[in-house]
């Protein structure tokens, strides 16, 4: 089975994300922080990862640079969720590494096309 770290600062939004997930046939870790998302990606590294736009403490742009720099960081396909829609905030996150970009609010399909449209294939 697939893992997913879900990395947000909302605990709704990680329960959400989590039943979504679910539903998708994922398991899943939550991360309240991107420094507890580092510590938890050096002890296993996740298939999927997804990343709140904004996040407290150690930015997720940030997070994204370093992870992908670390032993299996080029790994995940890491989806960035955000509220946002500026075209600079999204050509940022996809040069800093993010392979797709989520709005919230989002549903099961909404993942589900993203995840298609980054490689995972058929899900259900």
Not at 31 to 58: F, G, N, V
Not at 95 to 121: C, V, W, Y
Request: proline share 6%; charged share 30%; with cysteine.
């Amino acid at each position: 089975m697939r893992h997913c770290l879900i990395v947000d600062d909302s605990d709704v939004v990680r329960r959400v994300a989590k039943r979504v997930l679910e539903e998708l046939h994922f398991t899943s870790t939550e991360a309240e922080t991107a420094d507890e998302a580092m510590e938890y990606c050096k002890r296993a590294m996740p298939d999927l990862i997804l990343l709140d736009w904004h996040m407290p403490m150690l930015p997720p742009q940030e997070f994204l640079s370093a992870l992908r720099r670390s032993p299996g960081g080029d790994q995940p396909t890491i989806i960035y969720c955000t509220t946002e829609n500026d075209e600079f905030d999204i050509a940022r996150a996809r040069q800093n590494g993010a392979n797709e970009i989520l709005m919230k609010p989002f549903d099961t399909d909404d993942l589900h096309q993203k995840l298609r449209s980054a490689g995972f294939g058929t899900l259900s």
